[in-house]
């Protein structure tokens, strides 16, 4: 079973999420504070941290960006908010994923045990917003990582339309581990994309 | 001039330390009044030949006036008074010993007055605060000057002038000094309607979370027995709130990503389930858009009806040129081809729809298997 670390700082909710996944994955702790959180992903190395982009002191964005990519710690963002700031911040600051709170217990395992194995998790919506935040012509000078291939874009519009991995694989006639490079190149491209759209949020909350 | 225009509404005058000849009083007094400082120049030395009333003035408005935008105006007058009501024992000795060197020099009743009374209103100055800065020793100084002048120079002069440059000055003083409060004043009042519109919007917010949060709340403790109707309960207001507190106008427009949402919260609503619209680029609503709509409502309806799943996602691209809905659900799927004729839903009301739209429709589902509606103009 996958070891996770809960950082939220409504006890109530880490209570509720913590009985759904009861069974499915092994949670080694909780936090409530920014500070309580990267301590204990220090002392726990836990393979994925649930992670609540609001939160008094900095939130998610801020464990993640202190704890900055070491050991092989994933970080999956759960959160209340859909706002498309927010997903993008979480993201800049090195997420894998992005889910929200809604989500239900066997989707929310499923999600964890796929970042856990490196990959990148992809809701309809976040799918929804990078095609929408890619769209148009880039600019002339645009570099690669400020475009979406036509491939890439085909394996996110099928997420968008509520496929899972498998589905999306079997529907292009190509494997899982294919989808999952392009989704994986596409999280790359969204934290390092100079795409307008993309670098206002993340300017704006500090990132860049 | 370099620096930016003042206007009167700024409260008290700003020595203007770029347009100064002397320590900017003139400069100052020209832009916070906007007119020309030439004029104002004369007019001091006008006023200071005659009689020294300048001079005083001169000094009043150096210590009055700010040095720089920051510096605070010297608020509240009342709190100016009773400080140097304070002080008024002071003022008196003041008063009382200028008196008395006049009076051993020989001077007459028309030098004395001025005088004692410059001598202890600058006590009273200095005493109140302003004799801790430089500039206000310098005023202070400077306005005892001027009241010697006066006295000097009242002999001279009628009555008639005397009294008409006592009241200038008087007129000045007042202007410069309780000039902020009464702006203050004003000031005071525009932070009052702030504040009474800060508490209309509370009072707005507050209403607005009583009709809706707090009665689904209360809806939910009645209901806690049913699961079902209290998540829809609670995914109703938690849709709704979310549109408030993002202003998001989506549900309300004429688009159609607006009635693709009008459509899954009506379901939602309705049939218990969970409809995620997502949607990439807009269009309008025009009678082949709507026709879209509506029949991408029928294929959600249709999934809630029949589909037994939890969740439908629903996926929407738009542009100028082309629009798509996508209608998916994991739920029990058919075989499309054994739907009975008088299954007038997906026949009429989807597949025929977008054929009279110059559209397409396409269903693809198989038993076990979920089922996706594809739409497309």
Redesign the interface.
Known sequence: MKRVVLVDDHALFRAGVRSELEGRVEIVGEAGTVDEAVALIERTKPDVVLLDVHMPDGGGVAVARRWGGRDDVRFLALSVSDAPEDVISVIRAGARGYVTKTIDAERLADAIERVAEGDAVFSPRLAGFVLDAFRGDARSDASDVDQLTPREQEVLRLIARGYLYKEVAHNLGISAKTVEAHVTSVLRKLQFTNRHELSRWAMEQGLD | MSAPMATAADGIGVLDSKGRKLAGVCAGIARHFDVSAKVVRIAFVVLALAGGVGVALYGLCFVVMRSTTTEPAIGDPTEVLREAAASWREGLGAGVVAAAVVVAAGGGWSVLLPVAAGAGTAMVLWRSGLGITHRGRIGAALMVVGAVLVGSAAPRLGDLQSFAFAVIVLLAGSVLLFGPWWLGMARALTAERTARIRAQERAEVAAHLHDSVLQTLALIQRRADDPAEVAQLA?RQ?RDL?AWL?ADETAAADTLHGALVRAATEIEEGHGV?V?V????DRPLDDDTAALGAAAREAILNAAKFAGA?RI?V?A?ASAERAEV?V?D?GAGFDPAAVPADRRGVRESIVGRMARHGGRAEVRSQPGGGT?VELSL
Request: a negative charge; proline letters at 0%.
């Open positions: 995914r938690e979310r993002n969970e995620e997502v949607c990439v680029g939890g996602d996926y691209e996508f998916r994991r996706e």
